[in-house]
């Protein structure tokens, strides 16, 4: 008999507000903040500081950038895989779906009308989008870095690309192509902003220039040379501060220079750069670069965000209020000239004074944040500024009028670890977790995935003579262990310390401190890596750095407290273990009969617990065990190591039943599920897996984490596990009732592998023109493709079936009750007997695959059922049903085999002919229908505004 499990699904992720996502906004209310928490889009309460829910269609691709539209009631959201998805915030639902990009994106911007998205990645390219049409428009090749931030231009119709490359390019959208390439940084172009009224865009790069450049040809601006940059007290002086290390820039800057007097073909004026602001930063290294430059609604204010916690926010002037200023400075210093110069000042009067940066552009603000910053935002009325931290919290500032300091009004950080989770637990009755990061101690609940407390693990250091508190140092987390009844915690830190906290006060209640000779009153002399409970629950064992393992017993003792005695708990050090080498696991048996401690050495041993005599020494791996498990039934022993393996030993005898090569890096933690001989291995891939340690079988493998899973807790009902990663979050996954079979997960893997094979030919670049079509073969088109060729050649047969029925029903019967009787046919064949006519079936078929994957999807139709396809749009445009579907799709099907149409059209001859003679006129009376609907819309638009105005 075939032997079955049950299948284990992610069921939530909780413990993180905010990944490594470029971008960060409100909503429409800006009483909520959105972000990008791995491959979730996350919706927060920024009052209560609590989720509000979360975004998730499918995939297991990481959220990398995010913007929100103009009117903040959608978001759009790139992912890992280059796909990009715009969801409602209204109706948390995703309504479009993007696959052009073939890896990373790295910047999104949406025009002033949200009516087109432009789209840059990792793989240089650059993709404009229109979201009505729900299709690509055209990509751009040109770069030769990632691309890192993209602006529209909305007056010129026209956007703005900069790159790793140190190019800023400029394309036409129109005329798609690459009308001028901007070459003014010596080093990674990471960010460009474009003012409101599209006069001028800034650039930043690794230096501490903000660059400017001139859009309209003032002819008040000088234009400079990349070389002449320096800024000084806001002056542009000569001799620019250049790295020496980059000379290949001087040949570029050259070209560029060459260049300066080739007129532009257009009839808008060529770009120039007219000057840089200096950042108020006090270092200056590639570490310490510019991330992003970010307009507010207004367009009065530039915030200049660095890879440190400190924003700048820089004023800036109108043209008109910027001229004034040039005038006044001219004029003071002319005033200053001596006399005899009277003659040369009233000349310089006449001309007409050059602006200056200092004019234009000041710095006004110093935000400095409580952690390095990761994406900024501004609010709608622009008094409010959110910020996304690298610690994983979000802040809301509001920004100062009149003099006022800024002040955070918001912040969200219960709900999340500020560092990655390095030990979970569960309580014994599963409704508790614990999960530690760093010196911080979060307890959940299992059912709401809400945090219950939060602890701080700190020792606080006092003076011996005075008994005066001095200062507290922070403690790190490394292994934890609940107290029976579940009121009390345990902790093993770095520093050797054992503390016991209680958890319904969040209060260090005890510290376990040794009997032996320890002058710092620690537990431990080194870090204590492991914990483990004894069956009995009198007590527990400490295993550490220091190569001792401690044994502890849980005593009740009488504190006097303000003339009250009050019964506390402590931990009192009863017997201990010395090894030779570094312990790094221990463990009890199930029966409490035996005690197992992994060592440095690459060994296992195993000891009496009564007696503490040596029983048996495990040697097989050739890298440390990081971590042990010792079966219910006391008679498997499984270890995982650095070396990739786990093994699974005999505890009788320590012989070895199984070795397996478990991962593609180093085991991090081994757990067996209760009362089964199933284990679960959580290892640096990123990975979890699920074995049979009878059957020595992979049963499943998990992939959901971006980063080293470090630990895993499994419930006493094994319908449970929990998992915690170097990404910061914590999953829960549940057992169903879904069954198992090992042969089916092992085609299912197959598959997975030749969709990820698909996924990686797909990758490469089919062609290196300059300007394409914005599609992508993924499995999605390929499947869509696959649909419908299944789909037409099922139409055809069933067209044969009715053409027979209809012959026999007339040699049958000659008489005109036979069309009652065609009618009342029923389809064989159960998908096409919903529908009236094959035709309509073919309908909702095409109809069913996305816009944007359409093109994608038709060039893998075969000719034989492009003509079929194209019969049935004939008939669909006789009837006037899905006339803008049909016409894309024919025009589409047309140009694609257009040579091959020209060397045999007979075949295809009656479909163009239908198409000729039906397509225009159906399009001509929906062009009409649309000219009278926006003539109406005008007219009421009118009828409104004056109806205001009179009111």
Known sequence: MVKTYLRYRLKHTFGIINSHCKGICFDATENFAITGALEFVNIWNLKSGTLESQLYDEGNSEVTCLVATNDRTKVAAGYSDGSIKIWSISEKKCLLVFNGHKSAITALTFNKSDTMLVSGSND???????????????????????????????????????????????????????????????????????????????????????????????????????TEILVNNGLIVADAVVDSKKKDTDDLLAIESNNNNIPSVFDFPRIRLVGAVNRQTTKQSKKNHIISLKFNHSGSVLACQTTDNIIEFFGIQTKKKALLRAKRRQNKADEKKDEKNNDEKNNNEKITPYMNISDYIGLELLLPATNKVKAINFSYNDLKVICSLANGIVEVYTLPIENEAPKRVSLIDIAGHRADVRSIILSSDDIMVASAAAEQIKIWNTNTQNCIRTIKASLIIEEEEQQQQQFATDLTVLCMLFVPGNKYLITGTKQG?????????????????????????????????????????????????????????????????????????????IRTLQMSDDIISASFSADGAFVAVALLDNTVKTFFSDSLRFHLSFYGHSLPVMSLDISFDSQLLLTGSADKTAKIWGMKFGDCHRSLLAHED???????????????????????KYWDGDKFQMILKFEAHKAEVWCIAVSSTAGFFVTGSKDRSIRIWQQTDEQVFLEEEKENQLENLFESSLEQRSKRETNNLEVSKPTKETIETIKASENLIEALILAENEIKEIKIYEAEQAIKENDAKLENKIKKRVSKNALLAQFETPGDYILS???????????????????????????????WVEKGIAIELSANVSIFLIKLHHNFILTNPKPILLALQSLQKNLRPQLEKIKNLTGKNIAAMKYQKKKLEVKNLIE
Not at 165 to 194: F, M, P, Y
Not at 505 to 515: D, F, M
Not at 666 to 688: E, G, L, N, W
């Open 666 to 688: 180093s085991i991090m933690q081994v757990k067996f599920a209760p009362k089964t001989h199933y284990f679960f291995t959580v290892s640096k891939d990123k990975t979890i």
């Open 124 to 226: 240089t390219n650059v993709i404009i989008w229109d979201i009505l049409a729900e299709s690509g428009i055209c990509r751009f090749r040109g770069h030769k870095g990632p691309i890192t931030d993209l602006c529209f231009l909305e007056q010129t119709n026209r956007v703005l690309s900069s790159s790793k490359d140190r190019l800023i390019k400029v394309w036409d959208i129109q005329n798609q192509r690459c009308i001028e390439t901007l070459i003014g940084h010596r080093s990674e172009v990471w960010a460009i902003a474009v003012d409101s009224l599209e006069q001028y865009f800034f650039s930043g790069s690794n230096d501490q220039l903000i660059r400017i450049w001139d859009l309209t040809g003032d002819p008040n601006l000088k234009e400079i040379s990349p």
């Open 845 to 875: 078929v095409l109809e069913s695959i996305r816009t944007s994957e359409l093109d994608e999807s038709l060039l893998l139709l075969p000719f034989a059922q492009v003509i079929s396809l194209l019969n049935f749009i004939g008939e």
């Open 497 to 573: 310390t054992i503390m016991l906290y209680d958890i319904n006060s969040g209060e260090l209640v005890n510290q376990a401190i040794s009997t032996d000779n320890n002058s710092d009153n620690c537990a431990h002399s080194g870090a204590v890596w492991s914990l483990s409970a004894h069956p009995d629950k009198s007590g527990f064992i400490s295993a550490s750095a220091d190569k001792s393992v401690k044994f502890w017993q849980y005593n009740i003792a009488n504190k006097i407290e303000t003339q009250n005695t009050i019964q506390q708990l402590e931990m009192v050090q």
